[in-house]
């Protein structure tokens, strides 16, 4: 594999033939799917923040004389999709065996440095040919990206499947403007300092011109491994490494604001946001929305909402929990038993306070549609974002930009990068029952006053730094 894209790479003249696109993203997946539609394949655009934002871009590019390109997996294991073109962007397909899948992507990518990145709440797995493997398919996505890229092109490199990349592409094309975006935490010292290749990892990152991470302390924690371990100098703006200057700093990620407050006023949303509201008898709705990952503290939350039905702070007939959790790399073996645990807890809380017809938790392991999920975001009086290490979280976003009548309370755990901008949420530490417990209470007991005008500077801040203000703001940095 890795000498086919070599291959093409060089048919096509190495560096100095050089791509189509001026401003090319590379991410472990292309912004598109295939799918079944009326008995024929095609592909469809994939939902989700971070395509909604660069698709635009891209496409402004292409309007203005230039091309935007992309460069992923498309999620097809052994393929050997073809370039193509879909809404006016250059996709390249990046192939990637089922064998590789298991070593880059469920082995080093979550077993690895998801773990090591969200503060070792599981054990990370450290195993040689696991990063081997990762070094392989991340020099394959370099250089189809490096075949991809005009003269002097702008290339975006998304995320921790890929932090070997921006080196690598560098070596290949010194001509091209490199960024790179983390879209989880990064650790500090005590705990990076733990992966066996350590210093390849940061190698790999410093090679971009300028490096992005959710929150400022993220971004600290990786400018002080930078010198520790790659022999990097500080400097005021990120760090110098053999005369060249990397702007290290944090862009947090937000949301497509305008559209979920647009989806969620309208008549057929407030009429399913109502459905949902009788079809619980008119309780108070809790809600959680997650994947179903261990990071999310989702058990936690479930025990503190278990507390609060024991010592009858909540009563089953007047609150319902909803928790929504999407499934997720069900092949890792982690998650299968985290899974197991929460419909375990799911099921005692239910067994105990449940009644005919009346369910204390209401369980939703799907994918739910957009629609249906800020219907129920617009439905809930109380959303509980508690996960114990979080890059940055949409979901607090969402239930924010859902909330168009300035109504309802956020609880967020301050392990979220949302937390830094958030503060007029109730924030908590979820490790503290007590702690979580006071904060719910608190919510329930509110004022409409007191949550309007934590409602409306919340809804300021989402809807001033928008998902378009973060990719704008990166990429004029890195044009700078
Ligand atoms: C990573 C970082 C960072 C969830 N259930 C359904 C559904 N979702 C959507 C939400 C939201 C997204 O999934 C989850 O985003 P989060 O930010 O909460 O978390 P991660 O998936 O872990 O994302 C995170 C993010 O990257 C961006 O940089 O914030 O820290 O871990 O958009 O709405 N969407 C639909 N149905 C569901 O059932 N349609």
């Known amino acids: 594999m890795a000498s086919k894209a070599s291959t093409q790479f060089e048919a096509a003249g190495g560096a100095a033939a050089f791509g189509k696109s001026d401003l090319v993203i590379v991410a472990n997946r292309l912004p598109v799917k295939r799918v079944e539609r009326d008995g024929e394949s095609a592909w469809e655009t994939s939902p989700g923040g971070l395509v909604a934002a660069l698709m635009p871009i891209l496409q402004r590019r292409t309007e203005q004389g230039g091309a935007g390109g992309w460069v992923g997996w498309t999620g097809i294991p052994d393929s050997d999709a073809e370039p193509f073109l879909h809404d006016g962007i250059h996709q390249t397909p990046v192939p990637i065996t089922e064998a590789e899948l298991e070593a880059y992507y469920e082995g080093l990518s979550n077993r690895t440095l998801w773990p090591l990145y969200h503060d070792v709440i599981r054990p990370p797995i450290y195993r040689r040919s696991w990063y081997q493997t990762y070094e392989r398919v991340n020099q394959r996505f370099a250089e189809i990206a490096a075949s991809e890229a005009a003269k002097n092109a702008v290339v975006w490199v998304q995320d921790y499947h890929l932090q070997l990349v921006p080196k690598m592409l560098r070596d290949l094309r010194p001509d091209l403007k490199i960024g790179?975006?983390?879209?989880?935490?990064?650790?500090?010292?005590?705990?990076?300092?733990?992966?066996?290749?350590?210093?390849?990892?940061?190698?790999?990152?410093?090679?971009?011109?300028?490096?992005?991470?959710?929150?400022?302390?993220?971004?600290?924690?990786?400018?002080?491994?930078?010198?520790?371990?790659?022999?990097?100098?500080?400097?005021?703006?990120?760090?110098?490494?053999?005369?060249?200057?990397?702007?290290?700093?944090?862009?947090?990620i937000s949301i497509d604001s305008k559209k979920i407050d647009e989806?969620?006023?309208?008549?057929?949303?407030?009429?399913?946001?109502?459905?949902?509201?009788?079809?619980?008898?008119?309780?108070?709705?809790?809600?959680?929305?997650?994947?179903?990952?261990?990071?999310?503290?989702?058990?936690?939350?479930?025990?503190?909402?278990?507390?609060?039905?024991?010592?009858?702070?909540?009563?089953?007939?007047?609150?319902?929990?909803?928790?929504?959790?999407?499934?997720?790399?069900?092949?890792?073996?982690?998650?299968?038993?985290?899974?197991?645990?929460?419909?375990?807890?799911?099921?005692?809380?239910?067994?105990?306070?449940?009644?005919?017809?009346?369910?204390?938790?209401?369980?939703?392991?799907?994918?739910?549609?957009?629609?249906?999920?800020?219907?129920?975001?617009?439905?809930?009086?109380?959303?509980?974002?508690?996960?114990?290490?979080?890059?940055?979280?949409?979901?607090?976003?969402?239930?924010?930009?859902?909330?168009?009548?300035?109504?309802?309370?956020?609880?967020?755990?301050?392990?979220?990068?949302?937390?830094?901008?958030?503060?007029?949420a109730l924030i908590v530490n979820p490790h503290d029952r007590d702690g979580v417990v006071g904060a719910v209470t608190r919510a329930i007991q509110m004022g409409a006053e007191e949550a309007g005008k934590r409602m409306r500077i919340l809804r300021t801040g989402v809807f001033e730094n928008d998902v378009y203000h973060w990719a704008e703001s990166f990429l004029s940095r890195l044009t700078a």
């Open 180 to 252: 790179f975006f983390l879209h989880i935490p990064f650790p500090s010292r005590g705990l990076f300092s733990q992966l066996p290749w350590r210093r390849e990892m940061l190698l790999g990152l410093l090679g971009a011109d300028v490096v992005g991470f959710q929150a400022t302390a993220n971004a600290d924690n990786f400018a002080d491994l930078a010198t520790w371990f790659a022999g990097a100098e500080k400097t005021d703006t990120g760090v110098k490494l053999d005369g060249r200057e990397i702007v290290i700093d944090a862009f947090p």
């Open 263 to 424: 989806l969620a006023r309208k008549p057929e949303q407030r009429e399913l946001a109502a459905r949902f509201k009788r079809n619980v008898g008119g309780r108070k709705i809790i809600l959680g929305v997650d994947r179903m990952d261990y990071t999310k503290g989702i058990d936690l939350r479930l025990l503190a909402f278990r507390e609060l039905l024991d010592t009858g702070v909540i009563r089953p007939d007047e609150v319902v929990f909803i928790q929504s959790a999407v499934p997720t790399r069900d092949t890792v073996d982690e998650y299968a038993g985290l899974r197991s645990k929460i419909e375990e807890l799911v099921g005692q809380i239910n067994g105990d306070f449940g009644d005919v017809g009346q369910v204390a938790v209401q369980y939703l392991r799907q994918s739910l549609p957009l629609d249906k999920l800020v219907a129920l975001y617009a439905a809930a009086d109380i959303m509980l974002v508690t996960p114990l290490r979080d890059g940055m979280n949409l979901v607090a976003k969402e239930y924010v930009a859902s909330r168009f009548n300035n109504d309802g309370v956020l609880v967020l755990s301050e392990f979220t990068g949302a937390a830094k901008q958030m503060t007029a």
